[in-house]
């Protein structure tokens, strides 16, 4: 499975729903508590269910919302390149088309609610029959099931499987009346449905960039412990650990069969109320034997008691390494990385490593990246597509970003509206691109000019009068000459903000972001 997109509504700061499109690279960025990593941390709340990095509490809840009696927390994921065949009761094949469990779309879509912040509460929102003895299957008993059969006069070749129960009573009526509802499946009649799905799900991890320099750190415990679930997920390899796991289960059958054997011959009575308990191969917790792996530094010291920026190190390398092997390795489970502020700590070059490596392992089968950055090194070197700017918690202030709508095609765009970042190479490209419309002219007019001494190649200079924007231009391209007053920060940010508004106004006529 694969996420298409992620819905959060009531959690902290986003009251209103919000719909997040994905894909397989998405780099969310924007000002410090914006909201980036809630959306982070809500994922990993609905895939880990309070096993991974996050625990949902009652401060989580929208302030707003709960003002006005609202105390549910809403997360729900879409999926697509769904499986052609899943089981969902016991052994019995079926499809998700099949049950009815797709959206108009042909998506998977879970939904779940958090009343209180407490015990989630599970649904797929889907096109199901709504009709008459055609709705409700899914949470319906074998003999309730075989009751509607009979009521209807239906026929079914094996009533022994709800499965092909509900397709018997399906096709059996005319207008099944398809409607968006929501399925609750994990209530008790329908949790094995829940259960099974879960099997088909993505493994989800989480990267923050705030640990605590802890044994238990789990910022660089984690790499060891994905790697061991993907590869205890490998087909071939479940299938070498069931073959030990049954093999065990029959010695251990044998030796059970053998005590009980000498013991019927001391008491019978106690020997005959007494019954092995082997568990199943299935129920084995196989990831729990590796608990313990780890990364260890000179003299067994383990690496989170080393700096953060070695920490983080690891990790890029931990990715860059996965980007190979995911490229390289066939019929790996589906994950998603989620990576907050991979740059901390991190010098340039190795932020340009790690982006480099992060869009690598995207394009690899089975794999999706969603990462926050405060870095415009790490922006600069993104595609548009990948990018979504955060600029609020409300719908409208969630943007993804496409080079045709910004009032200048360029990522330094992104990064000032990101970041606030106010750099010569995005002065140069606004002056650049006004210049090469041939509206400079248009630009200059009617703003206030300032003296300029021009340096000439005999090392005399020139006075000119020339405004603001010209100013930093030349000072920029010209460092060389100290007969001027050396432009601040507010003032490369100043001219920045009259081109923008000048592009927005007289050449694209559209919002700047």
């Known amino acids: 499975m694969r996420i298409k997109s992620i819905g959060i509504k009531g959690f902290r700061g986003y009251s209103e729903p919000i719909e997040i499109k994905f894909s397989d690279l998405l780099v969310l960025v924007g000002k410090n508590d914006i909201g980036k990593s809630t959306i982070l941390e809500a994922l990993d709340i609905f895939f880990n269910e309070g096993k991974g990095s996050v625990k949902l509490d009652k401060e989580d809840i929208n302030k707003s919302n709960l003002a006005n009696g609202d105390d549910c927390v809403e997360i729900s994921v879409e999926f697509e390149s769904l499986p052609k065949s899943i089981i969902i009761d016991s052994s019995n094949e079926t499809s998700l088309s099949d049950e009815y469990l797709l959206s108009s779309t042909g998506t998977l879509w879970v939904v779940k609610k958090y009343p209180k912040a407490g ?178 530094g000179d003299e067994d010291i383990p690496i989170n008691k080393r700096g953060s920026g070695v920490k983080r190190l690891i990790l890029v390398s931990f990715f860059r390494a996965d980007a190979e092997r995911r490229q390289r390795e066939a019929n790996l489970p589906s994950v998603v990385y989620a990576i907050e502020e991979p740059e901390t700590s991190q010098h340039p070059g190795h932020q340009r490593a790690l982006i480099s490596a992060l869009k690598t392992l995207s394009k690899a089968k089975n794999t999706q990246i969603i990462l926050t950055t405060h870095s415009p090194e790490i922006v600069k070197q993104l595609d548009f597509e990948n990018i979504l700017l955060i600029a609020g918690q409300s719908p409208e202030r969630i943007q993804s970003v496409e080079e045709s709508e910004l009032p200048y095609p360029s990522l330094n765009e992104v990064n000032f509206a990101a970041f606030d970042e106010s750099t010569f190479e995005y002065h140069n490209e606004l002056y650049g691109f006004i210049e090469a419309e041939g509206k400079l002219a248009e630009f200059k007019g009617g703003k206030t000019t300032m003296l300029y001494h021009r340096q000439n190649r005999d090392g005399t200079t020139t006075q000119q009068q020339i405004i603001q924007t010209e100013y930093i231009r030349h000072q920029i391209h010209h460092p060389e000459n100290e007969a001027n007053a050396r432009f601040t920060d507010h003032d490369l940010r100043q001219s920045i903000q009259e081109m923008r508004a000048f592009i927005q106004t007289n050449m694209q006529n559209r919002p700047v972001q």
């Open 119 to 296: 015990k989630e509460k599970v649904f797929i929102r889907s096109n199901h029959p709504t009709a008459k003895n055609s709705s409700d299957l899914l949470l319906k008993k074998n003999t309730e099931l075989k009751k509607i059969l009979k009521e209807q006069g239906l026929e079914c070749v094996d009533k022994s499987k709800n499965s092909e129960l509900r397709k018997s009573i399906w096709s059996g009526q005319g207008d099944l009346e398809l409607r968006e509802i929501e399925i609750e499946v994990a209530k008790i009649d329908a949790k094995n449905i829940w259960e099974q799905l879960k099997n088909y799900m993505p493994m989800f991890t989480l990267f923050q960039a705030d640990r605590k320099n802890s044994d238990g750190d789990s910022e660089i415990q984690d790499p060891m412990k994905i790697a061991v679930r993907e590869i205890l997920g490998n087909p071939s390899i479940q299938s070498n650990l069931k073959e030990v796991a049954e093999e065990v289960k029959r010695h251990l059958d044998h030796v059970a069969d053998q005590t009980l054997v000498k013991l019927k011959e001391l008491n019978p009575e106690i020997a005959s109320s007494l019954t092995p308990q082997i568990p199943e191969s299935e129920s084995l917790k196989w990831a729990d034997v590796f608990r313990s792996v780890a990364i260890a």
